[in-house]
Nanobody, 125 residues
Framework: QVQLVESGGGLVQAGGSLRLSCTVS????????MGWFRQAPGKEREFVAA????????GYQDSVKGRFTISRDNAKNTVYLQMNSLKPEDTALYYC??????????????????WGPGTQVTVSS
């Protein structure tokens, strides 16, 4: 049984920063590509960022490039999302997800095998 648990969400003013964490248990973390997605009320879930199992390759949605950084620590079974220069439009429920693949990463939520319950990020103007 694979479990993902996010933490680090909260309320922050525009321009501020938050760091989300996602800890994985149940299987070998280093076998997974990891992704962050978000869903705002009334909107579809959207890709935010992803990282390959090795951590050598990352990808981002255009709207977060230069502001968000995804990283991972395989020794701690944890993936991070550092979010800087936050904007009100970043307000959403943020999910981490794990994808059992050997190469690359996906920006498509259907490709991910396991999901956390989400952590709320609210950015006030």
């Amino acid at each position: 049984q694979v479990q993902l648990v996010e933490s680090g969400g909260g309320l922050v003013q525009a321009g501020g920063s938050l760091r989300l964490s996602c800890t994985v248990s149940g299987r070998t973390f280093s076998n997974y590509a990891m992704g962050w997605f978000r869903q705002a009320p009334g909107k579809e879930r959207e890709f935010v960022a992803a990282i390959t199992w090795s951590g050598r390759t990352t990808g981002y949605q255009d709207s977060v490039k230069g502001r968000f950084t995804i990283s991972r620590d395989n020794a701690k079974n944890t993936v991070y999302l550092q979010m800087n220069s936050l904007k009100p439009e970043d307000t959403a429920l943020y999910y981490c997800a794990a994808d059992v693949r050997q190469y690359g990463y996906s920006a498509t939520h259907d490709d991910y095998d396991y999901w956390g319950p989400g952590t709320q990020v609210t950015v006030s103007s």
